[in-house]
């Protein structure tokens, strides 16, 4: 058997026993776990045939087979000559350099249904960028930390890594360099989406500030805590910190990150918000940010295998619990005081109609909101709503 028929054998393998749901990366390496025998470049090959079908298997029917979809979608996801397509598909290798839409004609893939969602699209994005940014992999973004611009150039310069900046500090690299090799994460960088650094743009813009005063910030769906070191470096570390999830293992990472960031966390708390806020009516906060749990449609690109899993019905369980939580958040919002609703999602359901209903509902002002546009950046895409008591 030829490396190129054991690398597409081993991807139909993961492939079959992936559990939708679960991050592809750690299906990946759970498989490279328990067969030791590939070297790097081998795994590297393996994970992109996997990466590439996530993304375009839904268009071949469930009549081809997988090794079939697989060279399809080396075909559609990549724009010049491949080594394996060379080898097991010469007449696609051909043609790889045609642009997409030629490509799929070629397949006679109907362009109408690329992307599965369509009908839920918001009016504010190009769909058809966004349905094709689908088939490339996202870049890998880096936030740099006030005052180590100079010394992250000259490290990852040192490294050999190519890198291009974006602004003041902003650094965009290929998904594969190995940052945490290079650099401190979250004391010099923080891995953080181009868009995902942009959220709170409207406080730069307006120059939010209270004086010597400190901010009471809420991070209500704190995650990994990119918004939260986020937050406190725009406000200078004037921000107080209160953090929930309701996840525990995920608040317990939140604080090793922040941590590893320098950042003192005054109060956090596990909390199902969908159901209640976990707080005191007194508990209130000049600020509070909700980036609520949603289809992550936004970051498809960048985990395909969860747009691969996803299905339409999903998207009004998501609503409902965006619906509750800032339902049970609002409350303790402080006279003047702001509210970010933020997703990933790329849903008018999840984002222009949450905020009509927190306005309608709440009789908050929206001071602004955005889709911040990730399809021409190879960055994920973002929608910001910001509100005023």
Not at 128 to 149: C, D, E, K, M, P
Request: positive net charge.
């Amino acid at each position: 058997m030829s490396r190129f028929h054991s690398y597409l054998s081993n991807a139909e393998k993961i492939i079959g026993s992936y559990k939708k749901g679960e991050p592809l990366n750690h299906h990946l390496k759970q498989f490279f776990a328990s067969n030791k025998k590939y070297g790097s470049r081998d795994r590297k090959q393996i994970a992109s045939l996997c990466y590439h079908y996530f993304r375009c298997a839904h268009l071949f029917g469930s009549s081809s087979k997988t090794e079939t979809k697989i060279l399809n979608s080396i075909f559609l996801c990549n724009q010049s000559q491949h080594e394996i397509l060379n080898q097991l598909a010469p007449d696609l290798n051909e043609k790889i350099e045609l642009p997409l839409e030629d490509k799929f004609s070629y397949l006679n893939v109907n362009s109408n249904t690329v992307f599965k969602f369509n009908e839920e699209l918001s009016d504010e994005l190009d769909h058809r960028l966004f349905a094709h940014s689908i088939f490339n992999q996202s870049a890998l973004f880096l936030r740099v930390r006030t005052g180590y611009l100079n010394k992250v150039i000259e490290k990852l310069r040192e490294g050999g890594v190519y890198f291009e900046q974006i602004g003041e500090d902003t650094i965009k690299c290929n998904s594969s360099v190995k940052i945490n090799e290079i650099l401190k994460v979250n004391k010099e960088v923080v891995i953080q989406d181009l868009n995902s650094q942009r959220v709170f743009d409207f406080l730069k813009k307006n120059k939010i500030n209270k004086g010597l005063g400190l901010f009471d910030v809420w991070d209500t769906c704190a995650a990994s805590g990119g918004k939260s070191i986020l937050i406190h470096d725009i406000l200078k570390g004037k921000a107080k910190l209160t953090a929930s999830d309701v996840r525990e293992n995920i608040l317990s990472n939140y604080s090793s990150r922040l941590e590893e960031a320098g950042i003192n966390i005054n109060r956090k708390f596990k909390q199902d918000l969908s159901v209640v806020s976990g707080l005191s009516k007194n508990d209130k906060f000049d600020l509070i940010i909700c980036d609520a749990p949603c289809s992550g449609s936004g970051t498809w690109a960048r985990t395909p295998e969860q747009y691969f899993s996803f299905e339409k019905h999903m998207i009004s369980d998501f609503v409902g619990k965006q619906q509750s939580i800032v339902t049970n958040v609002i409350p303790h919002l402080k006279e003047n005081g702001l509210l970010f609703y933020i997703t990933c999602s790329v849903f008018k359901s999840e984002n222009e109609d949450v905020a009509k209903f927190i306005m309608s509902k709440f009789n908050l002002n929206c001071l602004e909101q955005n889709y911040f546009k990730g399809y021409n950046d190879n960055a994920d895409t973002m929608f910001v709503a910001v509100f005023q008591l």
